[in-house]
Nanobody
Framework: QVQLVESGGGLVQAGGSLRLSCAASGRTLSSYYMGWFRQAPGKEREFVVATTWSGSTTSLLDSLKGRFTISRDSARNMVYLQMSRLKPEDTAVYYC????????????????WGQGTQVTVSS
């Protein structure tokens, strides 16, 4: 079992930055692929970025390259999503997720989810 708790969401102006945190707990965490998804109002949940705990493999939604990055602190079991140059269309609930598949970009490949944290970008 893996437990995930997100934090760091909030309201930010367009062009600003925000860092989301995901606290992970559970057994054999190091074997999981850790990812972030987001779900905007009225839209399906979509993949954002994911990485291994070692950082050896990373996946990122192409349209977010240059603005979003993922990092992790293995010693603290923390995963971070750094978002910069935010746009109103980045407004969504952001979810931390864990997958036994490496790499993994599909919703169905992730078996563990956090409760989500709201990010709102004002224009």
């Amino acid at each position: 079992q893996v437990q995930l708790v997100e934090s760091g969401g909030g309201l930010v102006q367009a062009g600003g930055s925000l860092r989301l945190s995901c606290a992970a707990s559970g057994r054999t965490l190091s074997s999981y692929y850790m990812g972030w998804f987001r779900q905007a109002p009225g839209k399906e949940r979509e993949f954002v970025v994911a990485t291994t705990w070692s950082g050896s493999t990373t996946s990122l939604l192409d349209s977010l390259k240059g603005r979003f990055t993922i990092s992790r602190d293995s010693a603290r079991n923390m995963v971070y999503l750094q978002m910069s140059r935010l746009k109103p269309e980045d407004t969504a609930v952001y979810y931390c997720a864990a997958s036994r598949y490496v790499p993994a970009t599909l919703l169905s490949q992730y078996g563990y989810w956090g409760q989500g944290t709201q990010v709102t970008v004002s224009s």
